[in-house]
């Protein structure tokens, strides 16, 4: 069966700095890969998905992830973070059905 | 394009008492989905919809919760009796040519 981690509850950094949240993953075949992002009471926003082509994909408010086969990684980049990026980000693979990580809160300070 | 609409927003109920969530998908997705977010943790899929056929049901804890889309479009999740550990978010969410899911808003439920 499928799984996913997030292996850090909270990132924090500073406005303009680049920002990586990361998730690794475990899929018997090849896997489909999302990450979700949600405010407060809100539900799940969908970012950008890998199924397969390039391992750079770029995805919605600039962010972007990069697949990486060997290490079973799916990793959430942002060149230049902004305050209004803070928020509760979710990983997830999808294998027969969709699995999601515990999130990762990511806060940006001014 | 109209979101994923989902009904109450919030309920608090007491345990042993029964709640109704009811879901309507972006128009055109055969697929529906819920989930049950409990908070600190990423959501859990209870049971998907392939237009009024279930999917996956699996885990679903069938002796309390039950789903229904009889026409195919809109959806209801029904807890009974409650629990104190059915606190938690429950989000709808639906797709067209699947994998990529979209979500409500939720329903955020308190048993006390």
């Known amino acids: 069966a499928q799984s996913v981690a997030q292996p850090e509850d909270q990132v924090n950094v500073a406005e303009g700095n680049p920002l990586t949240v990361k998730c690794t993953y475990s899929?018997?075949?090849?896997?489909?890969l999302f990450w979700y992002v949600q405010y407060p009471n809100r539900g799940l926003q969908f970012l950008l998905k890998y199924i397969t082509g390039d391992n750079l994909v770029k995805g919605s408010y600039g962010f972007e992830a990069e697949f990486n086969k060997s290490q079973t990684s799916f990793h959430l980049k942002k060149p230049s973070a902004l305050v209004s990026d803070s928020a509760l980000y979710f990983c997830a693979v999808r294998d027969y059905d969709m699995r999601f990580g515990a999130g990762t809160r990511l806060t940006v300070k001014p | 394009e109209a979101g994923v609409a989902q009904s109450p927003r919030y309920k608090i109920i007491e345990k042993r008492q029964s709640v109704a969530f009811w879901c309507n998908p972006i128009?055109?997705?055969?697929?529906l989905y819920w989930y049950q977010q409990i908070l600190g943790q990423g959501p859990k899929l209870l049971i998907q919809f392939q237009n009024n056929g279930v999917v996956d049901d699996s885990q679903l804890p069938k002796d309390r919760f039950s789903a229904e889309r009889l026409k195919g479009v809109d959806s209801t999740l029904k807890i009974q009796p409650a629990k104190l550990e059915d606190s938690a978010v429950y989000l709808c969410?639906?797709?067209?040519?699947?994998?990529?899911?979209?979500f409500g808003p939720g329903t955020r439920l308190l048993v006390l």
């Open positions: 899929v018997s075949g090849n896997p489909y």
């Open positions: 128009s055109g997705h055969a697929t």
């Open positions: 969410a639906s797709s067209l040519s699947e994998p990529t899911q979209y």
